[in-house]
T-cell receptor, first 116, second 109 residues
Framework: EPEVTQTPSHQVTQMGQEVILRCVPISNHLYFYWYRQILGQKVEFLVS????????KSEIFDDQFSVERPDGSNFTLKIRSTKLEDSAMYFC??????????????FGAGTRLSVL | DAKTTQPTSMDCAEGRAANLPCNHSTISGNEYVYWYRQIHSQGPQYIIHGLKNNETNEMASLIITEDRKSSTLILPHATLRDTAVYYCIVRAGNTPLVFGKGTRLSVIA
C-alpha cells in the first residue's frame, strides 16, 4: 500500500540553526500539506501546496517557514532559524484530486524536531 | 477552531463494538464528515468519511443522522490496537483538516 514517507524520524538542532524536513508524498498525489503537533497539544495545519505554489497557510506559517518541491518526488519544509517553540512533531500529508480516494489526506509517520 | 464536539474519553471492552459520537450542528451542505485516529504520537490515520449516507469500510462504519448534525463512528469489534485518539472533522473539498482534541478511546482487555 502506498504511503507518505518522512525523513528523518528525529532531528535535533541548536536554536537559530536551519532545518529541512523531507517528505515523499504518495506518487500520484497532487496536493501536499504540512501539519505540526506540539507535545500534548492538537494537530495544527501549517501549509498546503498545489501546482508548485502555496494554496493556503496558517498564521503559524510565518517568514521563518518555507516549502519547496525541488524535484518530482520530494516535498520539503524549511525552518530558517529555529526557535525553542518550534520543537514539535511535523507531519506531511498528501491527497489526490480525483478517483475514489479524492481529497483524503494520508499522513506520514512524522519527524520529531527537538530544538535545544 | 474545530466545528465538532466529541467526548473527551471513552472506554470499551475488547471484542465489543465501540460507538464514538460526534456533534457537528453547524455543518454546511458541502461539508463531509471525516474520521481520523492517532495512535500514540504516530501520524493521523484516515478511517472513513461520508456526506449524508451511512458508510462502511474494512475499518469501521459511519452513521450520519438525517439532519447531518451528528454522527457516530462504529468499530464493530474493538481490539487493544484500536486504543487511540479519534478525531471527527468536518470539511469541504480539499481544505485543510482542522483537528480538535478528539476522543481518547481506551480498549480494555
Amino acid at each position: 500500500e502506498p504511503e507518505v514517507t518522512q525523513t528523518p524520524s528525529h532531528q535535533v538542532t541548536q536554536m537559530g540553526q536551519e532545518v529541512i524536513l523531507r517528505c515523499v508524498p504518495i506518487s500520484n498525489h497532487l496536493y501536499f500539506y504540512w501539519y505540526r503537533q506540539i507535545l500534548g497539544q492538537k494537530v495544527e495545519f501549517l501549509v498546503s501546496f498545489y501546482n508548485n505554489e502555496i494554496s493556503e497557510k496558517s498564521e503559524i506559517f510565518d517568514d521563518q517557514f518555507s516549502v519547496e518541491r525541488p524535484d518530482g518526488s520530494n516535498f520539503t519544509l524549511k525552518i530558517r532559524s529555529t526557535k525553542l517553540e518550534d520543537s514539535a512533531m511535523y507531519f506531511c500529508a498528501s491527497s489526490a484530486n480525483r478517483g475514489p480516494a479524492k481529497n483524503i489526506q494520508y499522513f506520514g509517520a512524522g519527524t520529531r524536531l527537538s530544538v535545544l | 477552531d474545530a466545528k465538532t464536539t466529541q467526548p473527551t474519553s471513552m472506554d470499551c471492552a475488547e471484542g465489543r463494538a465501540a460507538n464514538l459520537p460526534c456533534n457537528h450542528s453547524t455543518i454546511s451542505g458541502n461539508e463531509y464528515v471525516y474520521w481520523y485516529r492517532q495512535i500514540h504520537s504516530q501520524g493521523p490515520q484516515y478511517i472513513i468519511h461520508g456526506l449524508k449516507n451511512n458508510e462502511t469500510n474494512e475499518m469501521a462504519s459511519l452513521i450520519i443522522t438525517e439532519d447531518r448534525k451528528s454522527s457516530t463512528l462504529i468499530l464493530p469489534h474493538a481490539t487493544l490496537r484500536d486504543t487511540a485518539v479519534y478525531y471527527c472533522i468536518v470539511r469541504a473539498g480539499n481544505t485543510p483538516l482542522v483537528f480538535g482534541k478528539g476522543t481518547r478511546l481506551s480498549v480494555i482487555a
